[in-house]
């Protein structure tokens, strides 16, 4: 039940939230205060709850395999990287061109590969666990690399070079880490999980 209607839990979650926002106008504040190092606690809390589950049901000892499969794995960049962000960007101008703040959101949320949802939707989907680990944590490395790159690309020079308005934005490379080495906690606590599953033979 919980699987089959998660659209639902989501939308109502929203709601919820929203409703929350609406009644309680300082409840972002109360909640921004819970911190780790700029790393709201709440929201890491809450990935940890969607991304346990799921990585605690791959097969790691299956994902040497598909690291062979150099296809595969071009094509996950080339879309992630290349083709993502410049239809986001597209589209960024095309609908919203007179909106610079929801402009900047769209083409910000274009180049930010969504790690937990990303294994939900594909778990949900009956898609290959394995491959979907696998390609998050290389988009996850990559995201470390080149995504304060492609910001700036895509938020300054390119709009700049097409005589568009440009916007300032600054990346915390930092941050952007921590996020990801947050993921990378929780899959090694899934996999030590599924680990000692084995060991006694559950």
């Given at each position: 039940?919980?699987?089959?209607?998660?659209?639902?839990w989501i939308l109502g979650s929203m709601a919820i939230?929203?409703?929350?926002?609406?009644?309680?106008?300082?409840?972002?504040?109360?909640?921004?205060?819970?911190?780790?190092?700029?790393?709201?606690?709440?929201?890491?809390?809450?990935?940890?709850?969607?991304?346990?589950?799921?990585?605690?049901?791959?097969?790691?000892?299956?994902?040497?395999?598909?690291?062979?499969?150099?296809?595969?794995?071009?094509?996950?960049?080339?879309?992630?990287?290349?083709?993502?962000?410049?239809?986001?960007?597209?589209?960024?101008?095309?609908?919203?061109?007179?909106?610079?703040?929801?402009?900047?959101?769209?083409?910000?949320?274009?180049?930010?590969?969504?790690?937990?949802?990303?294994?939900?939707?594909?778990?949900?989907?009956?898609?290959?666990?394995?491959?979907?680990?696998?390609?998050?944590?290389?988009?996850?490395?990559?995201?470390?690399?080149?995504?304060?790159?492609?910001?700036?690309?895509?938020?300054?020079?390119?709009?700049?070079?097409?005589?568009?308005?440009?916007?300032?934005?600054?990346?915390?490379?930092?941050?952007?880490?921590?996020?990801?080495?947050?993921?990378?906690?929780?899959?090694?606590?899934?996999?030590?999980?599924?680990?000692?599953?084995?060991?006694?033979?559950?």
């Amino acid at each position: 039940m919980v699987d089959r209607f998660l659209p639902l839990w989501i939308l109502g979650s929203m709601a919820i939230v929203v409703g929350l926002g609406k009644l309680f106008p300082d409840l972002n504040d109360l909640i921004s205060t819970y911190q780790i190092n700029g790393t709201s606690l709440p929201i890491a809390l809450g990935l940890f709850a969607m991304m346990y589950p799921v990585l605690a049901k791959v097969q790691y000892e299956e994902m040497g395999q598909l690291r062979a499969d150099k296809k595969l794995l071009v094509s996950s960049l080339i879309l992630n990287w290349l083709i993502g962000p410049a239809l986001m960007f597209i589209l960024a101008w095309t609908f919203l061109a007179d909106q610079p703040a929801f402009r900047t959101g769209l083409i910000v949320i274009g180049l930010a590969r969504c790690i937990a949802m990303v294994l939900i939707w594909n778990d949900l989907a009956c898609g290959n666990r394995e491959t979907a680990a696998l390609l998050v944590a290389i988009n996850s490395i990559f995201q470390i690399l080149a995504y304060a790159i492609l910001g700036t690309f895509y938020l300054k020079t390119l709009p700049d070079l097409l005589g568009f308005d440009t916007f300032d934005v600054t990346f915390s490379t930092t941050d952007i880490t921590k996020a990801v080495l947050l993921f990378y906690y929780v899959g090694m606590l899934a996999r030590s999980t599924r680990a000692n599953v084995m060991k006694i033979g559950c």
